[in-house]
């Protein structure tokens, strides 16, 4: 019996966008199923690269409507200094639980697993896409190795050093 791939919807924070976008990896967010962005993120996005929201090959879904912040996310945020995307982000989270957050801001990531949120990054987008065939080991690796030097990605380099490795373990390269 063939396994079904099941596609997952997220909501981006503005990083794993730009930081796909500088590594010339933007179409492996075609693979979810629909990918939500914030006014708040799109204009963020845009100050820094020309992506191309209505490229058909993703399913972007622009969302500018406002809705009020709940505690405890509103406290949270005020505590972690969020800014506006990440915060609005959230809010569509605190709305729609079963979305995955893509965000490569570490407050936000603690925010977003406190609160009980499924949290990704550039990092896991990159790996995901082997498990999905959407890119070879290898290719992952290669962007892994240009994250410090095409991307504005802030990365320790002994971790960055740990998850290549773990790729290259994990399939046998």
């Not at 977003?112 to 987008?125: D, E, K, N, P, Y």
Request: with cysteine.
């Amino acid at each position: 019996m063939a396994r079904i791939r099941q596609k997952i919807s997220v909501v981006c924070d503005a990083g794993p966008i730009i930081h796909l976008h500088e590594l010339g990896c933007l179409y492996l967010m075609r693979d979810f199923e629909k990918v939500l962005v914030p006014d708040a993120v799109r204009k963020e996005v845009l100050r820094h690269r020309s992506v191309r929201f209505e490229n058909g090959d993703v399913n972007w879904i622009a969302i500018s409507h406002r809705f009020p912040v709940e505690e405890p996310l509103l406290t949270m945020c005020r505590m972690f200094s969020l800014d506006a995307g990440e915060v609005a982000a959230l809010k569509i989270l605190s709305k729609e639980p079963d979305l995955i957050f893509l965000t490569d801001d570490a407050a936000a990531r603690l925010v977003a697993t406190r609160l009980g949120f499924r949290v990704h990054g550039t990092i896991g987008v990159l790996i995901r896409a082997i498990r999905r065939n959407l890119m070879k080991p290898e290719k992952v690796i290669d962007a892994l190795n240009r994250l410090p030097m095409e991307s504005s990605l802030h990365i320790k380099a002994s971790l960055l050093r740990q998850i290549i490795s773990r790729v290259r373990q994990e399939f046998d390269l």
